[in-house]
């Protein structure tokens, strides 16, 4: 039920880094579970990262070690900084929130509208 706004997507050369933000407008607080999905043409959205309300941490096998998620209950978001992008990271990046109601019901949650990524060689 929390509308999400990701920001701070772009195009970047391999190598380069991107810091992507996710801002809520309302209080993550009680959020379960908030995490960074990315989807590319022809394939299904995978799991990037994602962070419990208890700070634990969840990534992809792809982008272990180059990218880290954190989140500000002040400020009520979600970021993700990719470093060493490769070009196979190219997607759009979704930001997802699920409440315990969410999980109990193993319901998707809210998503954001996305925000392209595109790495060049």
């Known amino acids: 039920q929390v509308p999400l706004v990701e920001s701070g997507g772009g195009l970047v050369q391999a190598g380069g880094s991107l810091r992507l933000s996710c801002a809520a407008s309302?209080?993550?607080?009680?959020?379960?579970?908030m995490g960074w999905y990315r989807q590319a043409p022809g394939l299904q959205r995978e799991l990037v990262a994602s962070i419990t309300s208890r700070g634990g941490t969840n990534y992809g096998d792809s982008v272990k070690g180059r990218f880290t998620i954190s989140r500000d209950i002040a400020r009520n978001t979600v970021d993700l900084q990719m470093n060493r992008l490769k070009p196979e990271d190219t997607a759009v990046y979704y930001c997802n929130a699920r409440s315990i109601l969410d999980t109990m019901r193993g319901l998707v949650g809210s998503w954001g509208q996305g925000t392209q990524v595109t790495v060049s060689s």
């Open positions: 309302g209080s993550i607080f009680n959020t379960n579970v």
